[in-house]
């Protein structure tokens, strides 16, 4: 039971982590790949150590405890896919503007009398 309830917590920090690091305004990609391979690798550790526990002959006060570990991580988890998918509607729009603006470069370099309606429209 302390294998896994250690397991748990470590998923918890990790997760902390992770969340932390989506919160910033330039998120390091590198970090969350680091993070998100401890994770991964946590979890798959967890498997056979669930397996070989008996969890309805735990003390009630160690299931609560589990029980607490593990919601807690799940609540994490949907924070981080939510700022997940913030981060990826927030790039997406970037992503947009920046191509429209190449767009109206290319054209204004490419013909003699440029095209500057893509600037005086907005």
């Known amino acids: ?3 896994l309830y250690t397991r748990l917590n470590h998923l918890v920090t990790l997760s902390r982590e992770m969340l932390k690091e989506l919160e910033i305004a330039e998120p390091s990609l590198d970090t969350l790949e680091s993070l998100l391979q401890q994770r991964n690798s946590l979890v ?3 498997g056979p150590i669930i397996h070989n526990i008996d969890i309805p002959r735990l003390l009630t006060s160690d299931q609560h405890l589990l ?3 593990f919601h807690t991580f ?3 988890h949907e924070k981080i896919g939510a700022a997940l ?3 990826f509607d927030k790039q997406k729009v970037l992503l947009g503007t920046a191509s429209k603006k190449r767009k109206a ?3 204004y370099h490419v013909q003699e009398t440029p095209d500057i309606s893509y600037f005086t429209d907005q």
């Open 1 to 3: 039971m302390n294998e």
């Open 74 to 76: 799940r609540s994490l």
């Open 67 to 69: 029980t607490e570990r």
């Open 85 to 87: 998918n913030s981060l």
């Open 44 to 46: 798959n550790e967890m």
């Open 105 to 107: 470069e290319e054209q």
